[in-house]
């Protein structure tokens, strides 16, 4: 095991940094203990690794424990994965639902994970479908294809495969799984290529490698740099509920994603963290007819 302590300069939400990768209530490769704590598995360039994050509120430090080979990265990331370098500078909430929202989580930080296949794989499994369905897939993959996490991690965590694994995981497993061929494809045909998405030094060239796969558009390349490289201005275009929540939040009145860029505009360059902000404001237009419904591959 390895140890940080960590002080950050001003306030940091731990918990609301760390779970942004989380994939549903049964995702393996995250938990929350019951002492607040959260445990989050990766596979980072020296191996897998289970690392624990703890607040000390009365020290105004975190603490950070790690196992596995990727213990030292993990703890050398940490601050970054928090937010530490996250920087608002431009960054203006205007009165209203941005500015009490941005008040009351001041500890509201942008991390960066430095890992892109591992965002990628979700981000793809969540394409076009709902939510449920999508963290079905990536639970069982995870639990058949992940290995133990490393260290004394709760009960039944795994560790995100390395890219050689996913391309031979077989047919009739991603039919198991729920993910259709289309979506299968995509994930095998992008761990070829995880070392050149991995070097990409900067979010915009990775945009410019991850929209060069086929299968990997807009919204998905948003969603991967976001988490990977923290990007405060990848906004998720083509997001099912996203545009309406922006509209309504900011007009009080549903719009689509044209709609939504306008909106937008006057805060380029944060464009995803004044999205986030409204995430987090728990305003939501009301709920008119049927809730889109989760299809299940593995019965076709």
């Not at 970054?80 to 001041?106: K, M």
């Not at 490289?229 to 997001?239: E, F, N, Q």
């Amino acid at each position: 095991m390895k140890e940080r302590v960590w002080r950050p300069e001003g306030p940091v939400d731990v918990t609301l940094a760390l779970a942004v990768h989380r994939r549903g209530s049964g995702d393996p490769a995250w938990r929350r203990g019951a002492d607040g704590a959260v445990w989050r598995t990766s596979r980072t360039p020296d191996g897998p690794v289970t690392l624990r994050v703890a607040v000390r509120p009365a020290e105004g430090a975190v603490l950070a424990s790690a196992w596995g080979d990727g213990a030292g990265w993990a703890l050398e990331m940490l601050p970054a994965l928090l937010g530490a370098h996250d920087d608002a500078t431009g960054f203006e909430a205007p009165e209203g639902v941005l500015r009490e929202t941005a008040r009351r989580h001041p500890g509201f930080r942008i991390g960066r994970s430095g890992r892109v296949f591992e965002a990628l794989v979700p981000a793809v499994l969540e394409q076009k479908v709902v939510g449920r369905e999508a963290f079905r897939a990536w639970r069982w993959l995870l639990r058949k294809y992940g290995e133990p996490a490393p260290g004394p991690a709760p009960e039944e965590m795994r560790v995100f495969p390395p890219p050689e694994v996913w391309r031979t995981v077989p047919s009739w497993d991603w039919h198991r799984a729920g993910a259709e061929a289309v979506r299968a494809r995509t994930i095998v045909n992008a761990a070829r290529h995880a070392a050149k998405l991995e070097a990409a030094a900067t979010s915009q060239d990775a945009d410019r490698l991850l929209r060069a796969l086929p299968g990997v558009g807009v919204w998905t390349s948003a969603e991967i740099r976001q988490r990977a490289h923290g990007d405060p201005d990848a906004l998720s275009v083509g997001d099912y509920h996203l545009c309406s929540l922006v509209g309504w939040a900011l007009t009080g009145a549903k719009t689509d994603d044209a709609g939504m860029l306008e909106l937008l505009a006057p805060f380029r360059g944060h464009r995803h963290r004044a999205a986030r902000l409204v995430e987090l404001s728990g305003v939501r237009p009301p709920a008119r007819g049927p809730r889109m419904s989760a299809r299940d591959y593995r019965s076709f």
